[in-house]
RNA sequence: GCGCCCGUAGCUCAGCUGGAUAGAGUACUUGACUACGAAUCAAGUGGUCGGAGGUUCGACUCCUUCCGGGCGCGCCA
């Protein structure tokens, strides 16, 4: 695909120029505007050195290379300051047919990572609260992020650290030994912890005295108390069920849980270990790190009642995660809000000595952002749900497919991949560092860049594939592709593994999702312009082999999104 | 008050480590379905890239400053 086809002309052009080829490649670029070929080489940077005009080298560099033209390029023109190339046609086809034709199931991979583990923190909840629409952002980005890597070659360790420790436990456990009786435990289990969670809460707004009792049930559960205990772990037994339930709608499983409880008997040792690095200071009656900018905030590590902190509780399971389950990489996807937290507990680490500090990455994103409501509180229950708004998009889409395709087969099922396809796609399609303006009438648009878009691109290529008459469309070319639509679809297709390897280094899928759209817009415009089949269904074969092509990029860069590609919709 | 992030077309957003006339969708105006599936395509209208300086052969991209919005700032997680 793309690296190789650039390496290829870097090696090529690197004798013909007398220039390292590395250098060659680094500069390599691709025109935004397709007329100027396939690749460009800006020549700017010799100007100064060679002590001539950028186009005065342009040509000639044009020059020399057309005296003795590599095999892949078909045309090399100067043009101001750039040098421009032309990819073979025939070249490019058969770069697809090794890269994707003859092999499918490695399309776009890489083996950057092989021989390296990255441990992936996301979407972890907070037990007893139900996920809302911020959780499922969190969720869709982290698996997101999880298959890329996966697609440079990494092992991945998808974990759920999983918020199952604190005062609140103290709280619900109380609350349960109150009212229990009042809820049906047996039949909705989640609801009535969650009824009880906002009980709590409301109650205590006028009866202070209950955050006490709270705290008084946290010390049981601290101190070992059966009964509490059996209560706490029944809790996180219904939570996680929950989740899991709510995964699985988007096709997400975590592969290791360690909740914050985990760290408990680590955060004395953690704490040991900085107070003998010398790095604890007292401040306060508190235990702090201060951090080498002056302005940033010290990091916060014993309360002054002896009790530790979140941060603790971070630096010890960022050292379990890194030397004992032996990770290269510690990735964090977690809101903007904890970016000074996260900040604070890489440099306390990188002051302990552990040089994978810089290997530990908060991958922030964008909260979302409410009209009236401000911003969501699980305490009083407002909140977008999770649920919802995946519910939402699945019972619209029935309704559409009910008014355009009336005589699909297994309608359910497929309402579900396109709904819960629509949901993913329209949280993965912008830069996660932005903040998003919730509004329905955004994420049920199924027009345009849109998720369903993609999949109905698909589900167009599988249509022809089926009535192409092939049992097996063609995986090799015949003839030189001539139709100018069909060049330019093939070149967007070779350039999936860059795309994969751009996205994977900024941790950012919507990378992944612009291509998505490129990748459509240039189908539907091949499609409107070429006759594949003819009218009485004759093939033209290149072109069958050209869209199955497409489908199986799709399908891929569709799966490390984690949406299906449904057949028919 | 201090720190970090964001500010591109009416609206929602792309624009990778600075590069060639700033791109999509949506909305609006047109045109294309007895169908290779119109959840689509083609065309048009629409932008002093928040403002002002600076660096550079070249700035939406880097630096300074101001304005607007978001988030955070020692015993919550």
Redesign the pocket.
Known sequence: MLTLIKTELANQLSSLLELPSESIL?RL?????P???HL?F?V??F??EWKKA?PVIAQELADKIKANQPALVAQVSP????L?FTLKTQYLMDCLKTTVLDQPENIGRSQAGAGKRVIIDYSSP?VAKPMSIGHLRATVIGQAICNLAKMQGFEVVGLNHL?D???QFGKLAWAYQQWNQEYDFKNSPFESLFALYVRFHEEAEKRPELNEFGAETFKKLESGDDEITQLWKWFVEISLKEYDRLWALLGVKHDLVRG?SFYNDRLKPTEKLLEDKGLLVE????M?VPMDDP????C?I????G????AT?DIASAIYRMEELKSDIGLYVV???????FKQVFEVLSKMGYAWAKDCHHISF??Y?FKNMG?MSSRKGQIIEFEDVVQKAIEL?KE??QE??PE?KSKDK??EQ?GVG?IIFNDL???R?????FDWD?VL??????G??VQ??N??C???LR?SGYKQWPKTFQNELKSPEAIQLLWILLSYD?VLK?GY??F?P??IA?YL?DV??QF??F???????NENDMVQSDLMTLVGATSLILESALGVLNISAP???
């Open positions: 680094e670029e691709s025109p935004k505007n007329e100027h070929g460009a800006p700017f940077a100007a100064k950028p043009m101001s300051g750039f421009n907070n918020g420790w604190g005062t914050e401040s306060d009656g508190a702090v302005k940033m905030p010290p916060l014993r309360k002054s009642d009790a530790s902190l979140y509780r809101g903007v809000d904890q970016t000074l937290h964008g909260m952002q911003r889409v559409i497919i355009k395709n699909l497929i309402a396109v629509a399609m912008n830069d560092i932005k903040n998003v303006e955004k648009d199924f027009e345009g860049n849109s369903p878009y109905y691109c589900v167009r599988k249509s022809l009535k860059d751009n280094k900024i950012k919507h990378i612009m759209l459509c817009r539907s415009t499609y409107a312009k070429n006759k594949i089949l057949n028919e919709m």
